[in-house]
């Protein structure tokens, strides 16, 4: 799973927001994972700031995000986009998993650097925007 990784490349240091809107998903991550330094948010992505505030962070250093931001409803789209812009760190990093290269104007307009890879080894295969601020 993806939050294992994230979690065996953090510093000990760092803290994890994982949110996550599925009850279901949400209460599987609650079961199986007991790390101190993730914090499981069982809300969306577009209340990022909220967030941030409970936990004294002004900023965040990197985001990870596997959204479907294209089929998402525009509005919750632009409110999501809106948090990563505000609240990442100047020459902090964006990952975006995607199906598509829908995103790549958008993605491109918002960002200092931006690079597109295609791995097979996500099923389905997907595109990994790699963001900098």
């Known amino acids: 799973m993806i939050t294992d990784k994230i ?14 809107i599925d009850d279901n998903l949400y209460q599987k991550l609650v079961g199986r994972i ?29 985001i990870i995000s596997g959204l479907p931001l294209v089929s998402l409803p525009k509005k919750k789209s ?7 812009i505000k609240y990442l760190k100047r020459g902090g990093k964006y990952i975006q ?3 598509s290269l829908t995103s790549f104007n958008k993605f491109k307009k918002l ?11 996500n099923i389905p295969p997907a595109f990994i925007y790699a963001c900098k601020k």
């Open 78 to 84: 632009a409110q999501i986009i809106t948090q990563i």
């Open 34 to 62: 007991n790390d101190p330094r993730i914090k499981l948010v069982k809300d969306g992505a577009e209340n990022l700031g909220k967030y941030l505030a409970k936990n004294n962070l002004a900023e965040v250093d990197c």
């Open 111 to 121: 960002f200092s650097n931006l690079r597109v890879r295609f791995t097979l080894l």
């Open 7 to 20: 979690l065996e490349n953090m510093a000990n240091d760092a803290i994890l927001l994982c949110f996550e």
């Open 97 to 99: 998993f995607q199906y």
